[in-house]
């Protein structure tokens, strides 16, 4: 009877441990280095002020990298870019010494943060930034500072980050706009 039970136990916890109930933990995110590639510019992301981005996708621990937080929010977007995205983290800017210094393990994870667009700020390559933070006070306080909108990352606009340079971005009166009359 002993070898019968025992085969039960077994058993159960053998079907108890492929339960879809286990989660996958997320991988935690890497620190930046020189090492760090820009996926699409090829470009050390060091050598570029402002946010920075990686994503982890499936089980591969080395993460894509990106010049700019809109990268990484593009590459999400992107029909023919991978979909088997693991974890996805930007530089929490409320912890960042400065713009062109936004730390090596200052990361949120890109779906909880706030994110700043349309402000007056550059990213890595010089177009319009999604400016991410951790908190939500920290990123109104920037976009005071700044210019821009507080959005979540499900709200940033497609055409915001998959657009034009100028897209969302005032740059103050455009050329064809007469001088004010005295």
Same mark, same amino acid.
């Given at each position: 009877?002993?070898?019968?039970?025992?085969?039960?136990?077994?058993?159960?916890?053998?079907?108890? /441990?492929?339960?879809?109930?286990?989660?996958?933990?997320?991988?935690?995110?890497?620190?930046?280095?020189?090492?760090?590639?820009?996926?699409?510019?090829?470009?050390?992301?060091? #050598?570029?002020?402002?946010?920075?981005?990686?994503?982890?996708?499936?089980?591969?621990?080395?993460?894509?990298? =990106?010049?700019?937080?809109?990268?990484?929010?593009? @590459?999400?977007?992107?029909? #023919?870019?991978?979909?088997?995205?693991?974890?996805?983290?930007?530089?929490?800017?409320?912890?960042?010494?400065?713009?062109?210094?936004? /730390?090596?393990?200052?990361?949120?994870?890109?779906?909880?943060? =706030?994110?700043?667009?349309?402000?007056? &700020?550059? /990213?890595? &390559?010089?177009?319009?930034?999604?400016?991410? =933070?951790?908190?939500?006070?920290?990123?109104?306080? =920037?976009?005071?500072?700044?210019? /821009?909108?507080?959005?979540? @990352?499900?709200?940033?606009?497609?055409?915001?980050?998959?657009?034009?340079?100028?897209?969302?971005?005032?740059?103050?009166?455009?050329?064809?706009?007469?001088?004010?009359?005295?």
């Amino acid at each position: 009877m002993r070898p019968i039970v025992a085969a039960a136990i077994a058993a159960v916890l053998t079907l108890a /441990g492929c339960s879809d109930d286990d989660e996958t933990p997320m991988p935690t995110p890497v620190a930046m280095t020189e090492d760090a590639i820009g996926h699409y510019c090829g470009m050390n992301v060091l #050598e570029h002020p402002g946010p920075k981005g990686q994503i982890m996708l499936g089980p591969n621990p080395e993460p894509v990298w =990106f010049s700019s937080a809109r990268d990484l929010v593009a @590459f999400t977007m992107l029909p #023919e870019e991978a979909k088997n995205i693991s974890a996805l983290y930007v530089s929490d800017m409320a912890k960042a010494a400065s713009w062109e210094s936004p /730390g090596a393990d200052n990361w949120v994870e890109a779906r909880q943060a =706030f994110y700043v667009i349309g402000s007056s &700020m550059r /990213g890595g &390559m010089g177009a319009p930034e999604t400016v991410p =933070f951790s908190s939500e006070v920290a990123a109104a306080a =920037f976009a005071d500072r700044n210019g /821009g909108e507080v959005v979540r @990352f499900a709200d940033i606009p497609p055409d915001y980050v998959l657009g034009t340079d100028d897209v969302a971005v005032d740059d103050g009166p455009s050329p064809q706009t007469s001088e004010p009359t005295h």
